[in-house]
């Protein structure tokens, strides 16, 4: 039998979902055990598939490790890690350059720090660009560590970003941008909302398409 995570709530129908090698079952408050054990069942094979290939994913993210020499994308664009004598870490524009002798977790962590400072000059500049166009002005905008949003926007209209979305390329953080700075009109998801991302940006449901591969090829990657 599948061993499971049962989650109830207020909603109308079984699901399940396979998430770092665990299933997780959400059923509605009052269904019985033995209709979502037959729904189970009956799901047993596409559970079975699905977990593998999120164990294998799994393994992988959890051997994830960086070292001198390994490619990482920046915008959309792959450059090498490379070592450089000194004591000062950045990018050039055609390499991430570290100081010598960094162990594989000292030059993840050096690969971030450069990351989140490429994306709070970058995001800066393309909400500035986009705020202009759409005629909306966050109060503020904040690079953060977030690992499954890609951006956020309050009620009080700050803005934040993760500093993750720096790897995707141009077009794509447009997208997010736009959608955030959307979020300035309509605190929803609503068809008003959409619309004022697609005057924005006629074509962002390719943009949308190209960050959930982004995010499929970040799922097998441990950055923190």
Known sequence: MTT???K????KTISIQIREGEVIVRAPFFCPKAEIERFIHVKNDWIQD???KS???LAQKESFALNYGDV???RGNSYPITERKGNRAGFDGERFYLPPNLSSDQIKATCIKIYQSLAKSHFHERAAYFSAQMNQTPASIKINSAKTRWGSCSSQRNINFSWRLIMADDDVIDY???HELAHL???NHSDKFWAV???ALPDYRERNRKLKDLQRRLSEQDWG
Do not use: A, C, D, F
């Open 4 to 6: 499971y995570t049962l």
């Open 8 to 11: 109830r709530s207020n909603r």
């Open 50 to 52: 699905k977990l593998k």
């Open 55 to 57: 164990q294998e994913q």
């Open 72 to 74: 990482i994308i920046l």
């Open 176 to 178: 997010v941008v736009v």
């Open 185 to 187: 009109v309509h605190m």
């Open 197 to 199: 991302v697609e005057n």
